[in-house]
């Protein structure tokens, strides 16, 4: 039973343009979202969060949209660049117990 | 800057070994946890702790103990390692009331 859920394994975007990843969630518990980049043989790195009193957080070239109704939430990446290239993990939590991670979408950002 | 350590990159064993993975951050975090990472399932959590000498299990405990002897330190453990045991060993940790966590570089365990 996956609680967050990365539908797509992978996702090409070219360089400059927009990066769109999507995660979706059932447990409506949840109420604080992250978004890790990993990148190959290296630790998941925090990338950004957002709590469920929100629906919108930016951080640089970094956009996270929550969209509680529907129970998805996703990462915008503007513009994209090469080293933007890794898997991208989803997790959620109810507050206070252990993040439930997504099985990750691998980003491909071609020059 | 949070820092979590492994104390190894790459390990080979052999089967029926035991093996542990010792992990340590410098934070004062109060929580830590260990994840295996395959091909194809995402982050798999194996055992958490709140705090020393306390462990829960986390989804796939099977095969794997912990031991927190000191609030910086949380070890791994596998008391007899299996080819299926061969994966990417991650530990990661996050203070009290926290809920991200910082993540070690990893452990590539290969059991052969």
């Known amino acids: 039973d996956q609680q967050v859920k990365q539908n797509s394994p992978s996702l090409s975007v070219q360089e400059g343009r927009i990066s769109i990843l999507n995660c979706d969630y059932t447990n409506s518990m949840f109420d604080y979202f992250l978004w890790y980049k990993k990148y190959p043989a290296e630790g998941p790195t925090f990338l950004i969060s957002i709590s469920s009193i929100k629906d919108k957080n930016e951080d640089g070239r970094f956009t996270v949209f929550l969209n509680k109704s529907a129970k998805h939430l996703s990462l915008h990446i503007v513009p994209s660049q090469p080293g933007d290239s890794a898997v991208y993990f989803c997790a959620a939590t109810p507050v206070g117990t252990p993040l439930v991670f997504g099985k990750g979408t691998r980003l491909s950002v071609i020059a | 800057d949070v820092k979590v350590t492994q104390s190894s990159r790459y390990l080979v064993k052999r089967t029926g070994e035991k093996v542990f993975l010792e992990c340590v951050q410098d934070m004062d975090h109060e929580n830590m946890f260990w994840y295996r990472q395959d091909p194809g399932l995402g982050l798999r959590l194996i055992y958490f702790s709140y705090d020393v000498k306390m462990k829960e299990k986390g989804d796939i405990p099977e095969g794997y103990s912990v031991s927190r002897e000191k609030k910086e330190r949380f070890s791994l453990i596998l008391e007899s390692a299996s080819t299926n045991q061969t994966s990417m060993y991650l530990c990661?940790?996050?203070?009290?009331?926290?809920?991200?966590?910082?993540f070690g570089p990893g452990t590539r365990l290969l059991v052969l």
């Open positions: 990661a940790s996050s203070g009290a009331g926290g809920e991200t966590q910082y």
